[in-house]
Structure formats: C-alpha cells, structure tokens
C-alpha cells in the first residue's frame, strides 16, 4: 500500500472550497492508501507570529473538520509538525544541499511573495518552506503527495533533496514523491470572486451552523444584472447554481434542471432558489455536522487521535532520521 | 553558577592556534562556571556537504583535543549539535521571528560572504547559520558566550530573538546572553602567516608527534633576511620566539631572553633556536599527549562521554522546547 502525505497549515478553519479541493479526495483515498496528514502548525506561524495562540484553536477545527467529513482515524494518520523535532534536523540537514537561490525560485515562495506582496521583506522560516516541505514528506518517506495539475512544479525541489542525498550515500533511503493529480477543484465564493478564502470574507465553513448558511447563501452574490424576479437571469458562472451542482445529491438533479429553466426565462426569484440552496447544504452538511459534534464532545478523544498520530511518526521519523545520519555519516 | 555555552565547528582537528585563542581559556573557566560544550557537526555541512563522513572523524578528534587540554567531563558538559533533534525545532520557531534581510546582516554570515568570496552562492543552511547559533546557544539557556573583542556583535542576533520571544509571550523563556570577553590570542602560523589555519597548511596539531612538531618547527619561517648565523636577526615578529614566548614554561623564561640577545647580535644559528623550541614545545605538549592517549585507548569511555552529555542536553533542550510552545501557545 503506497503512502500519500497531505496536510493543512492550520491558519484557519477549512470551507466548502476546501472541501471541493481535497476534503473528498481525502476521504476517497483513505481505504486505498496509507494515509498521513499533516497539520503545518509552526509553518502557520510564517504568517500567525504574533498571535500564535489561534493556531492551537486553528489545529483543533481542522482535526474536526477532517474528522467530520469522514477521515477515519483508523485509516488516517494524524500530526501536527510542531510534535516531532525529527522534522526540523531533517530539513536542517537538507538546507545544507539546497542553495539560497534555489529556495528563492521555488514556485510557492515566488507565488507567495507576488501575491501577498512581500518585497524583500519576509522571514528565514518562509524562504525555508521548500525544507520544510521536502522533510514534512520525507521524514514518513511519502511516495505520493496530492496536488493539482498546476502544481506538480511545487515538488520538483523535494525531488531534488531525494535524489541528491540518495545519490551521495549511494543508497535509496528516500522515495522521490510524486504528484497525485486529482480533480483538484476550485470553488466560487459566496461573492462571486473565483477563489474562496477566509481572508476575502466570502467562505461557508463546514462547521457553519444551519443559521449561518441560511444568512451566508441568503446574503450570496447571483447574477448582478437582474434586478427583479421576472428578469432573465445567468446561471453560468452563478454561484448559487455552481453550489447547487457541487453539493446537492444525485436526487435533486431534476429539481436543479429546473430552476434552471425558470431562472433563465425569469420565472423564479433569487429568494426562492436560495432557499432551496440552504436546504440542499444544510442537507449535504448534515452527516459532517454530526459526526464533528461526535468528536467535538470528546475532547480526550480528540487529543488521544493526534497524540496517536504523533507518536507513530515520531517513532518512524526518527527512524529516518538515524538512517539519513548514519548513511551520511558525518555524526560521531 | 552562570552556564557558558561555547564550541567548536568539526571541520579539523585542533592547533596550538586553538589552545592560545579557546582553549587555555576553556580550561581555566571550568572551575568557576557550568561549561557546556557545543561539536557544531551538522553546521560543519556547510563547508564539508560533500564529503560528511570527515565531521565524524573530525568530531572525534575535537573532543579528544579538549579533553586533552585538561577539560573535565566532570566539570564540562560535550554535546553534539546532531544528537539534540530539540535544537533545530526552537531553531525553526526562531525562523518566524528572525527576517531574511537581518540574517543577511548578521556579521558571521558578512564576514563569511566575502572572506570565502560566496557571491550570491550559499547555501540555506549557511543562511540559517544565525537560528541556529541562537538555538545552540538558547536550548540550554546559555548566558554567558566566550568571544574576542571584535566578536561582541556577533551575539546581538541571539539576544535579539531571545528578547522578542520574551516580550511576545510575557514570560522570561531566554536569557539574553552576554559576551564574556577573554584574551582570544591570536598565534602566527609556522609560516609567518598572521593566522593558523588548516587550509593555510602552517599548523602544528595538539596531536601532532614528537617527530611531526620537530619537522614544522625545523621549517618554520623565520627572519627571511637572515641568511648566516652570523647575521643579526630579528626576533619580533619571528614565529619561533612568539612560540618560545608563548609556550615555554616559566622556567626556562632566563634562556629565552639569552637566545634573543644571541640572536640579535649574530650570535645563534636558526637551527639551535629551532631545536630548543622542539623540546619546548614537546614539553609543553607531553600532559596533552598524555591525557589523549588515556581517552583514545578507552573508545566506550569516549563514546560515553559524548552520549552522557547528549542526553543531558536533550533532557534540558526538551524542557526548553516544551516551555516555548506552551507560552507561545501554538502547539495544540
């Protein structure tokens, strides 16, 4: 059985976008793969330093949120990088055969520093993120890794470190991972902006109440140029109906053909159709919502599932790291 | 008792050059305060990625040369960077607080920059170079670093990251640490060269044999426009008296004084000179010899030493680590 490394950097609670991005992959691949997830909490403090406190409260909601959309614990290894000090001589032994310029052309450091617009200003902990990265893999030797299709760059460096420490021991001590390209796909916002994220205000969280939803899809983005009911309307690119495909279920296929119609012909009112959206979510979030309320009242057992998880790759963690040492050979 | 924190980078064994600049210090302080002694051997990558296997040994050898000098594993405490995983987690956290400009400032990684002409071409983890000093340093909560005058900056970076972490969660985690200033001797190469120094090739080892120091003293420069024992020669600046000067006993203090008179007058020939450095020097080194030959025949007793400081460093470094998670609070 093949091992896939994944993970979250807990820097907020997870959405319906993350759960059309991996959440579903996730869950579907658990009975084929041995799975470990990380949770990249010291990593979140690249952008948290100076309020560390929610990225323990972060850690906690997107345990929950795995764990509600059906990740079994039995199937899925949890951890949190912050528990295993193994990771971090890794990457330190790593940063030793990877250049400064190189680290500077990683395609998730260039990306990030265009779009947040960090300049010249930003931490040594982000320009490590390739070590970092190559080590949270590595130290479980993970053979797959899922990604999007335009993001099979972002493991070309983790590639590099296998094969350059492999090459200079003579011994295959790490996998070079590969890309797992899924339907990665992308979720509109409630606001019509492309990309859901909690820094644009526009995100249902999986752990939304039903009152919530009710207010976040009552209060979404339609089609900008119908101004009343009897308007023609868009439903490309509408939200609503872009949530209505992604999350309704088999049986409300027919319904959903229907206010098709209607809302191209201008015979059915945005009100009326949101409504029938927040039924349909609140459906679809019903068995997440119970099974987060499961472990959400179990807080030994919660702790107890990462602890677990922590222990298990701390054990092969240092396993691998004894290796790596000993094939280097450079301690005494 | 204040705890000191001072090392040595394996990247070679030790000189008389080392002796004069640390080492006689180390010896000296070993009654008054708690010594933890730091083999830097992962950051020895930085020079040596290509060739791991020689940190071992050199590693190996460093420890023998302090012990040899009189160090006691009764007084002092020897750890290996690469034994405390604990170490390059609270380097990794330091990573969040420290930025990449400042690093880029730190005067190590200046002064290395240009005197090893690196360009733009560096390593990450030479770039790391100032975390991981403060995490040396900081896991055992050092307060007192051994540096030369001109070092004094050098701590600045470490003081720095302790007082931010401090101020940020409110507690006193980290000592700011303070520079003991101490006279860092400087000793001249057998070569006349200002600097010993292996890669200058004009270094005579702790380890070296009774016949090794007799060949290099019998080459070393001495005044270059002496050609005749009957020339006057010059005695300042002349290795072979800063060595007599350096390294006699008192004892012979008397004699000295006659051979530079002689030898300013045209009185002495070089080769004479040379001959009572040779036992000079093999005086000075026989308790050196000594004390390596017991540690070397006894390997378990080596290998002990190492481990038993290894371990309390990391019992200390996990309290350490465990202290700044829970007050910075990120960990879940």
Chains 1, 2 share one sequence.
């Not at 950097?9 to 470990?36: C, D, M, S, W």
């Not at 320009?127 to 899922?146: R, S, W």
Request: hydrophobic share 35%; net charge neutral.
């Amino acid at each position: 059985m093949k091992r896939i490394l994944t993970g979250d950097t807990p820097t907020g609670k997870l959405h319906l976008g993350h759960f059309v991005g991996t959440l579903e992959n996730r869950a579907k691949l658990q009975n084929e793969y041995e799975i470990f997830i990380l949770f990249a909490d010291t990593h979140a403090l690249t952008t948290l330093s100076s309020s560390p406190k929610l990225i323990a409260d972060y850690t906690r909601e997107v345990l929950l949120d795995n764990l509600s959309v059906g990740l079994d614990p039995k199937n899925v290894t949890f951890f949190a990088e912050s528990a295993i000090p193994q990771i971090y001589e890794i990457a330190a032994i790593f940063s030793m055969y990877v250049s400064h310029n190189r680290a500077l052309r990683n395609p998730t450091i260039k990306d990030e520093i265009i779009s947040k617009g960090l300049g010249d200003q930003f931490s040594l902990g982000f320009i490590n993120y390739p070590i970092y990265q190559a080590a949270d893999i590595l130290c479980v030797k993970g053979q797959l890794v899922p990604v999007g299709k335009d993001q099979e760059a972002h493991l070309e460096q983790t590639r590099e470190i296998a094969r350059e420490i492999n090459k200079l021991t003579g011994f295959d001590i790490f996998p070079e991972p590969q890309a797992l390209i899924g339907r990665v796909g992308k979720l509109v916002g409630t606001d019509g902006n492309p990309k859901m994220g909690k820094s644009l205000n526009n995100t249902i969280y999986l752990s939304d109440s039903k009152e919530e939803v009710e207010k976040k899809v009552m209060n979404m983005y339609t089609d900008p140029n119908r101004i009343h009911p009897t308007d023609p309307g868009k439903v490309e690119g509408n939200p609503v109906f872009i949530y209505l495909d992604n999350f309704s279920p088999g049986k409300d296929k027919d319904k959903i053909e229907e206010y098709k119609d209607k809302y191209r012909k201008g015979q059915v009112g945005d009100v009326e159709v949101k409504k029938f959206l927040v039924d349909v979510l609140n459906e679809f979030l019903g068995p997440i919502r119970e099974r987060r309320e499961t472990y959400k009242n179990k807080p030994d057992l919660l702790a107890s599932i990462l602890e677990e998880g922590n222990s298990k790759v701390r054990k092969i963690s240092t396993e691998t790291l004894e290796e790596l040492k000993q094939k280097l050979g450079f301690a005494f």
